[in-house]
């Protein structure tokens, strides 16, 4: 089974492919989708949009995984997330793949044992995790695997 983990945004998205294989689970791909500042908002919607489509396109996945909108105290933030999140559910529509979406406690104690882990620690733990060499960069593509890893074992239980 391959996952595919999206860490929304609207100027840099984050992507990681997993697949299952028995009790293994391998990173097939990941990096992220960074979109050309000079670009109207829309464009960058687009840009997004088509990109996610090619890795969907290329990889077949058959779940994909998303992390819930976390507000604070910036509203325009949570809100741009929120229009990326957007583009990752049309996304997975349009492919008629489903599509689980998990607040970034539960991936933290999914991915470490701890809801209150710190970035470097989910960092690390999904190099452990999928016996990579070194921490998937950029962070984000780091956090897109940590998505994907948390929807395999939500998947096992």
């Known amino acids: ?9 609207t100027q840099v998205a984050g992507y990681g492919v997993i697949e299952i294989a028995g009790s293994k689970i391998v990173a097939i791909e990941y990096g992220s989708i960074k ?8 464009q960058r919607l687009q840009t997004i949009h ?10 077949q996945p058959d779940e994909m995984a998303v ?6 105290k910036n509203i325009k933030s949570a809100i741009k997330i929120g229009e990326g999140r957007g583009i990752v559910f049309l996304c997975a529509a349009s492919a008629n793949i489903p599509i689980a ?10 991915v470490v044992g701890n809801g209150n882990a710190q970035k470097e620690q989910v960092q690390e733990m999904v190099k452990i995790i ?23 074992h939500n998947l096992r239980c």
């Open 67 to 72: 992390e819930e909108v976390f507000y604070s």
């Open 1 to 9: 089974m391959k996952i595919l983990g999206i860490d929304p945004g």
């Open 35 to 42: 979109v050309n500042k000079n670009q109207t908002f829309p």
């Open 101 to 110: 979406e998990y607040a970034a406690t539960v991936i933290k104690k999914a």
């Open 130 to 152: 999928l016996n990579l060499p070194e921490i998937p960069e950029p962070r984000d593509a780091s956090d897109a695997l940590a998505i994907a890893i948390c929807h395999s």
């Open 50 to 59: 088509g990109k996610i489509m090619d890795i969907i396109s290329k990889h």
